[in-house]
């Protein structure tokens, strides 16, 4: 079944640790892939996107994702995370042009520790 | 240039009764998505507007409805409300006609039903 999958659903990581935040897809083509995070109560801030080309994108906030064809995979990495990083995230897919439906994986909740 | 707008951002409704959300897309965008986020669920696409005409839709009952109107503006309807209808539902709007286009999420509608 085509399906976004997130496996952690919670991660903590200390203050100025680097960060990676796991997203696998299964779909039969390379969907578009998006990074969104969510404040609590808040509605969804898109970090970067890829739709095609370098496979490594740099998004807002210090964060890059690198698209692995071969793993299914578009994976959200940060070198040094900041206390304000504490969100929920969400990795999303798009199939088609023109279809503006967004398939969301299950999120990771990210704290940070001091 | 003005986000998405989402009005109300609070709603208490009693069960049986009909709630009307309403959103205002980006300038320019004519495309308008709604997704309903529940703890249980996820987040879930109930279904995309553009031109006046519903696109697309997810797997939602009957009683989940929305229009649009000429100046792209959206509202979803929810009559008979259930329990399990309390949510938070985001609006979400994109330049539908252009290629390598992203959403862009206002702040959500929380709705309680009791």
């Known amino acids: 079944a085509q399906s976004v999958t997130q496996p952690d659903i919670h991660i903590t990581v200390s203050e100025g640790a680097s960060l990676e935040l796991r997203c696998n897809y299964s779909?039969?083509?390379?969907?578009?892939l998006f990074w969104y995070v969510q404040s609590p109560g808040q509605g969804l801030q898109l970090l970067l996107k890829y739709f095609s080309g370098d496979t490594l994108v740099q998004g807002i906030k210090g964060f890059e994702a690198e698209f692995k064809r071969s793993q299914s995979s578009f994976n959200l990495r940060k070198p040094s995370v900041h206390w304000s990083d504490a969100a929920e995230y969400f990795c999303?897919?798009?199939?088609?042009?023109?279809?503006?439906?967004?398939?969301f994986g299950t999120g990771t909740r990210l704290t940070i520790i001091p | 240039k003005a986000g998405v707008t989402q009005t109300p951002r609070y709603l208490i409704k009693t069960r049986g009764q009909q709630v009307t959300l309403s959103c205002s897309p980006i300038s320019g965008h004519r495309s308008v998505s709604w997704y309903q986020q529940t703890p249980g669920q996820g987040l879930q696409f109930l279904f995309e507007y553009f031109s006046e005409t519903q696109r697309n839709k997810g797997n939602f009952p009957g009683r989940f409805s929305g229009r649009q109107f000429s100046n792209s503006r959206s509202e979803m309807n929810v009559s008979t409300l259930e329990l399990g209808d309390s949510a938070l539902y985001l609006c979400?709007?994109?330049?539908?006609?252009?290629?390598?286009?992203?959403?862009?999420f206002g702040q959500g509608t929380r709705l309680t039903v009791v």
């Open positions: 999303a897919v798009n199939l088609n042009f023109g279809n503006e439906k967004l398939t």
């Open positions: 779909y039969g083509a390379t969907p578009y």
């Open positions: 979400a709007s994109s330049a539908r006609q252009v290629m390598n286009t992203e959403a862009f």
